[in-house]
């Protein structure tokens, strides 16, 4: 890899809020350079809940790439240190949750810094709700029990507001802020939208599902906020021989009931298997 990677925010998708729609986590695969990519996921935000676990390994697990997990909350588990795991990735990708836990755990496991050294190695970063806004400047998040304003790592310039139509009582908070100058301009994103940087700068916003939109959110010269609607490109579904009815798709059903000893077990297998070059589905 040479030079930084992209960065890729959703305001809401992937297979954890998406079941049976796997777009945007196919185009996140299409992102790294390689065929087989090694893919980490972080569920640090949600508090690492097992069913997040289970569903990324038996959702990935169908794709041809090599899925790990690191689980903070468990990380006596793992005998791997945290900077090769880490930088020996292709893929990061963050799930949603709480976005100041997520940034207080990373920060107090030195895990912000080598996601920021992962990324100029070309690392590519991606992620949603949390998982998106903590790459910007700054957000709005729910952490606190109400709509609040966030500083994240600054990676890209800009903030961001995520389930912008799901969720406007954030979108309100947002817009002051960026009014105020709390936060500089930025964007707001639907479920089901996902924001393309490269070199920090917007390269495309892309869409899984009808009517999900992007909005550029600055205040002009007169200070007036302003508001552009940026419509994404709409993603092609998965193929059949991928999504469909095939693994992938039952890999969406829930009810993995999975008790801390099976997860725990699970996480172990998934290392040593991927460790060995193998992508196979764990059943």
Known sequence: MSGPG????????GFTMEPGMPALDAFILALAPVE?????????????PRED?????????????????????RIEADDEPLESLILSQDIIYVGGGSL????ALWRAHGVADLMLEANARGTVLAGLSAGAMCWMEGGVSTSVGV???IDGLGLVSGS??????????????YREAVRSGRLPAGWTADDGCGLLFR???LEEVVVSRENAVATHVDVGDDGALRETVIDGRRLEPVPQAVGGDGPLRRAFDPGDGLGPREERRLVR?????????????LR
């Not at 992209?6 to 998708?13: A, R």
């Not at 100041?100 to 940034?103: A, D, K, P, R, T």
């Not at 389930?163 to 908070?173: D, K, L, M, N, S």
């Open 160 to 173: 961001l507001s995520v389930h912008a139509r799901q969720e406007p009582e954030r979108g309100a908070i």
């Open 199 to 201: 070199d920090g700068r």
């Open 147 to 149: 709509p609040a304003v």
């Open 269 to 281: 297998d998934i290392r040593a298997r991927t460790r060995g070059g193998g992508a196979r589905r």
């Open 36 to 48: 087989r990519p090694r893919v980490l996921f972080l569920p640090t935000a949600g508090g690492d």
């Open 53 to 73: 676990i289970a569903r990324f390994s038996r959702v990935f697990g169908a794709w041809p790439c090599r899925p790990q997990i690191l689980s903070l909350f």
């Open 6 to 13: 992209p960065v890729f925010c959703m305001g809401g998708g």
């Open 100 to 103: 100041h836990n997520l940034l």
